[in-house]
Every structure is written in structure tokens, then in C-alpha cells.
């Protein structure tokens, strides 16, 4: 594989996988490195995993994306985990949770501003991995984080379970949502089951599967596989400029600009190619990322 491998390959994450067992599973298939992912999936959950390949891996801090999920929520049972596979900490009767009331809870959900992170996760505590405290017993305080529910569609309720499709913002922990809604309803509750189903642009659609790619190189068909790279920063607004100032942002100088509000941009070439992401800062053009002036597709 050429060392020039660059692009976004969307994966469908099978369960049972950790995120990073997937990038060291594609870095062996691939024979390719610089390989990292666009928001971590726990292993119980399936879905879209967008993968950046090459050099599509220093657009990464770019491509914060809304995410939407499907998932099912088992009422009455809590988790140290809040989901299946933790450690049960209590068990409720559900019987009397009518349809009604479990769907006006579902609902609610889309109310939540803030949220707390599970000590089940990657985050870290003055640099150590929360879960990894948590195998160890220890529990830290977490401040609330804010989210941004933007939709809920409840897709079937059969008590003791309800799966809901959400839509969310970065950074939302759908099985603390399932712990959330289980305290509404004060029966507790858990995650059972969650896919992905899509990170921003890229869908589930769009999504091949490890055997797939395995089957793609062995065959050495490897056409149409990734996206381009620059597709992960195809949400900020784009400038072009002259070829003298791309030239001096290309080495680092920052230039001015009469207009453009405060944040980041991509700036491409004459051919359309993404040269540079820079940000607008105190009226300066400022290059964060740069490509040179033939540009990355």
C-alpha cells in the first residue's frame, strides 16, 4: 500500500469490538499507520465509524460531529455501567409502567441540556482513563458536560424495553440517556443494544464491514473504498485567495483579512483542493493545518 493512502473510510463497527481493536484491525489490513478514528463506539454498540487514513488523520480535531443512534433501553435494571454489560446494581418491577407514561419519558429526553459522563468511559482524570479508575474501584467527580438533544422518535415500546432513535450532539452518552430516562420513570434503566446510524455527512449506508475490506484488498480492489480526505472538513466555510497569499500561509504566515467572522476556515486552491485550515483570528488569517499549494483531495 502507498504511503500516500489518504481518505476517510466508513466503517460498519461490528459489536463485540472495541474502537481502537478496529483501527489496529484495519492498520494490519491496510498496511497504513497513520490510521485514527471520528468518535469512540463502545464495544457492545454497531454502526458508522468513520476511520481518517493517511493524512485525513490531522483533520480529525476538525470533525466534531452531531451523531444519531438507535437504541434499546431496558427499564428496570441499573448498571455500574449503564449498559448490559456492567455490573447490576439494582433490579425494579416494571409491570406498572403503562405505554403512556413510558412515552412521555422517552420524550422528555429531548429537554436534557447537560449531562454527566459515566465513570464507564475514555474520558480522562488528571491524565488517567476514567474506566480504568473505575476497574480499580475508584470513583472521581464528573462536572456535568452540556448536549444538545436535537431529536427523539420512539420506535417501539414493549415494556420492559423501549427503542428510540436519537439525535445528538458530539459528546452524548446515549446509555446515560437510558440511565436518565429509567430515573424518570423511577425504575432505573440500562442500555441494552445501540447502532450508529450516522457521524455528520456520513451514513450507515455509506458503511462497509472488516470482512469486506479484507475481501477488497486481497482482491487489490481498493477503487471507490475511501472518501476523499478533505470530505471531514467540508461543513467550515470556505476562502480562496491569491496564489501569493495561499503561497504565504503555506509557509506559515498569518494574513489579513477585511472580513470574516472569528473561526475556522479551509482554504483551497485555484484547482479546488484543500491547501490549509486556518482560522480567523483578530482580524489575521491564521493557518492551522497546512497542505501546501497543490492541495489534498
Known amino acids: 500500500m502507498s504511503p500516500a493512502f489518504n481518505g476517510v473510510l466508513i466503517l460498519n463497527k461490528p459489536a463485540g469490538w472495541t474502537s481502537h481493536d478496529v483501527v489496529a484491525?484495519?492498520?494490519?489490513l491496510l498496511r497504513e499507520k497513520?490510521?485514527?478514528h471520528l468518535g469512540t463506539l463502545d464495544p457492545l454498540a454497531t454502526g458508522v465509524l468513520p476511520l481518517a487514513v493517511g493524512n485525513a488523520?490531522?483533520?480529525i480535531e476538525f470533525a466534531s460531529y452531531p451523531k444519531e443512534y438507535v437504541t434499546t433501553c431496558l427499564l428496570g435494571t441499573t448498571t455500574d455501567s449503564c449498559d448490559v454489560t456492567g455490573k447490576v446494581l439494582s433490579v425494579k418491577e416494571t409491570m406498572g409502567l403503562?405505554?403512556?407514561?413510558?412515552?412521555?419519558?422517552?420524550?422528555?429526553?429531548?429537554?436534557?441540556?447537560?449531562?454527566?459522563?459515566?465513570?464507564v468511559s475514555a474520558l480522562k482524570k488528571d491524565g488517567q482513563k476514567?474506566?480504568?479508575?473505575?476497574?480499580?474501584?475508584?470513583?472521581?467527580?464528573?462536572?456535568?458536560?452540556?448536549?444538545?438533544?436535537?431529536?427523539?422518535e420512539i420506535l417501539d415500546v414493549s415494556a420492559p424495553r423501549v427503542t428510540f432513535r436519537v439525535a445528538c450532539s458530539a459528546g452524548?452518552?446515549?446509555?446515560?440517556?437510558?440511565?436518565?430516562?429509567?430515573?424518570?420513570?423511577?425504575?432505573?434503566?440500562?442500555?441494552?443494544?445501540?447502532?450508529?446510524?450516522?457521524?455528520?455527512?456520513?451514513?450507515?449506508?455509506?458503511?462497509?464491514?472488516?470482512?469486506?475490506?479484507?475481501?477488497?484488498?486481497?482482491?487489490?480492489?481498493?477503487?471507490?473504498?475511501?472518501?476523499p480526505a478533505s470530505r471531514?472538513?467540508?461543513?467550515?466555510?470556505?476562502v480562496q485567495v491569491g496564489p501569493k497569499l495561499l503561497e504565504g500561509l503555506c509557509q506559515g504566515q498569518s494574513i489579513r483579512v477585511e472580513e470574516g467572522h472569528p473561526g475556522l476556515y479551509r482554504v483551497l486552491n485555484a484547482h479546488g483542493r484543500l491547501s490549509v485550515v486556518a482560522e480567523v483570528v483578530g482580524g489575521l488569517l491564521r493557518p492551522k493545518k497546512v497542505f501546501g499549494m497543490e492541495g489534498l483531495d
Open 25 to 28: 484491525k484495519v492498520r494490519g
Open 34 to 36: 497513520q490510521i485514527g
Open 57 to 59: 488523520t490531522r483533520l
Open 98 to 119: 403503562s405505554v403512556e407514561k413510558i412515552r412521555a419519558a422517552t420524550e422528555k429526553l429531548r429537554e436534557l441540556t447537560e449531562q454527566v459522563p459515566p465513570m
Open 130 to 152: 476514567l474506566y480504568e479508575l473505575a476497574r480499580q474501584g475508584v470513583e472521581v467527580e464528573r462536572k456535568p458536560r452540556p448536549i444538545r438533544i436535537e431529536a427523539v
Open 172 to 227: 452524548t452518552y446515549v446509555r446515560v440517556l437510558c440511565q436518565t430516562l429509567g430515573e424518570g420513570l423511577g425504575v432505573g434503566g440500562c442500555m441494552e443494544s445501540l447502532e450508529r446510524g450516522r457521524v455528520g455527512p456520513f451514513l450507515l449506508s455509506q458503511a462497509i464491514t472488516l470482512e469486506e475490506i479484507k475481501k477488497r484488498v486481497e482482491e487489490g480492489n481498493l477503487s471507490g473504498m475511501l472518501l
Open 232 to 238: 471531514l472538513v467540508d461543513h467550515l466555510p470556505q
